[in-house]
Each structure stands twice: as C-alpha cells, then as structure tokens.
C-alpha cells in the first residue's frame, strides 16, 4: 500500500488529487477562456472536497508505484485489507486504482456494496495478444516493418548493466520528466538498480551501430497481462529512426508470443488506436475518510459517482481530449 503524504513531491500515481486535480489545472493554466476559468474554479472546489474525505492522504491498496499495475490480490485479501486500513487509519480516504470494468466486476461489486464509490480515473489502452496474435492495422504492420530492417541490435535484460541503466534512466526522464512534466515519478537511478536486480522490471533495449541506446522498455508481467511501467527514446534522434515505435511494435511481439495480452497505461491515445489498440476506463474505487463520513463533500463523490456510471472510454476520451484524461 502507499500512504500518500509519505511522499515529498505528489505524482499523478501517489497522490489521486495530484491525478484529478493538479495535472488538469496545469493544462488550463494558460487558458484565458470562460470554460477555462470556470474548469479551475471546479477542480478547485474538487481538491477542497477531496481533502476534507481525507483524499489527499489517501491509504491506495494494491497499488505499486508505477504506472499500470495488473492484478495481484484476491477479492478476500482486498475486503481483509480494506477493513484494517480503515480501522488503523479513520481519518483517511481508502482507495484502489488500475481497476478493469469488465476483469474486476466482481471486486468492484463486492467494495461497492462495502461503501466505496466507483470513480473513471482514465482512459488506458490494450491489445488483446494473449491468443497468440499480433495487431494488424497498417500503422502496426509499418512499425514491426520498421523493427525487422531498421537494424537496431536488441538488447536483453541482462544487457543492462549499471551503465545501460544509467542510460535508459536519461531516456526516460528526457520524455516523462522534461517533456510531460514534474508529475510523473522520477524514479532514482537506485530505483532502475533494484528493479533490475529484482526483475520486478525485465528490462529490453534496442541499440544503435555505435553501441548508444535508442530506446528501451521496462516490463512488468502479471497473470493474463504484461505492461510497461517506464520507456524511453531519444528525443534528439531522427524522426526517421522512429525508436517509439519500434520499442512498442517489440513488446507487442513479446506480449503475442507470451499469450497475455498488452497493457499499455494511458496518454499517446491517437498512436495507441492507429495501431489496433483497444480503450477502456481504469476506474478507482474510493471510500471517504471514516472521519468524514457525514461531510458535505461526499454527496459531492455521490454525485460524481453516479455521473460516471454511464461512461463510456469514447466520451471519456471526448471529454479529455488530446490528453486523454
């Protein structure tokens, strides 16, 4: 479990007002519109709501801090574990994210009827390659092209030696911290060290002639499902070398020939169904502070939860627009 002010500096995956909050004000912050004014004004009032359930010190269960986690815990396990944190913890919010509407209906059943409030947190995408598989639009067929004759070495997991990880942290901090922004993690080069070791992450990488790295991918697989919790491509390369998309097309190979299927978190919506890949919501499963039982603020979550229950990934997808909420 994560505690969410244990933290210094709030992600979007520590901290669930940082995620529903803070990320989309910092997208309207320019905005000089009505809307836009109007949109900060309500994602104010929503932070204001959120910590006074106790949202901003929220007890996640189940959640490893990365970006997708896939399934781990039984139903008894997360009732058992629910139940105690509220219990050592009344005066903060409990929640779970990276829940699947269809592979975890049950589960959500089952928190629902215990209290908790079903809530979109955002549109992900996935390819459905456990059969064996591999997706064939024509932008996916191009990329697995691209991969076969671009000549890159491929490198495995035992490849990344402590330099290589060196490298593959710059990569990835030169797209998800430089580029996306402070509120993605910022994982230490310790971090990419135990991962490595522990083969929490399976590290692949393809290599240039002259032994530089062009992109890699960190792997974590579950039951059913694998997903690529860090990635990284180097921003300065060529368009033509196309590193992204040979990375994605490589894992997509590794996920077809596994028979489990591709989780592939969120945001890149665009290029993720150019390629075949399917969306639908992750939904979070929040039950307020036990403190705050009777605040105002939880009709607010009432509300919410009962507006989102007509969702569809399409709307979701609509009301985010490029971000893709």
Known sequence: MILAEGLRRGTWITNPLTAWCDIPEATLAAGGSTAARCSRVGLGLVRRAGAAIGLDRAVMLGHLPQSTCLPGWSRHQIEIAAGLARRRWPDRAVMLRHLDGERDAALM?????????RLPARVVYHWPTADG?????????????????????????????????????????????????????????????????TGWWEFIGLARADGTLAAFAALHQGKGALCVPALGHDPAAAREEGGYRQIVAWVTEIASRRRVDFDFSSGAGDFKRRRGAVPAIEWAMVSPALTARRHPAVLLLQAAATWAAGLTPERLIALGGAADV
């Open 109 to 117: 059943d089952l928190l629902e009827a215990d209290g908790f409030l």
């Open 133 to 197: 598989s591999l997706p064939m639009a024509s932008h996916a067929k191009r990329d697995r092209s691209l991969l076969g004759r671009a000549g890159l070495t491929r490198l495995p997991h035992d490849a990344f030696d402590r330099a290589r990880r060196a490298e593959a942290r710059r990569l990835y901090r030169a797209i998800y911290i430089d580029r996306h922004g402070p509120y993605n993690p910022d994982y230490t080069e310790a971090w990419f060290d135990r991962a490595h070791e």
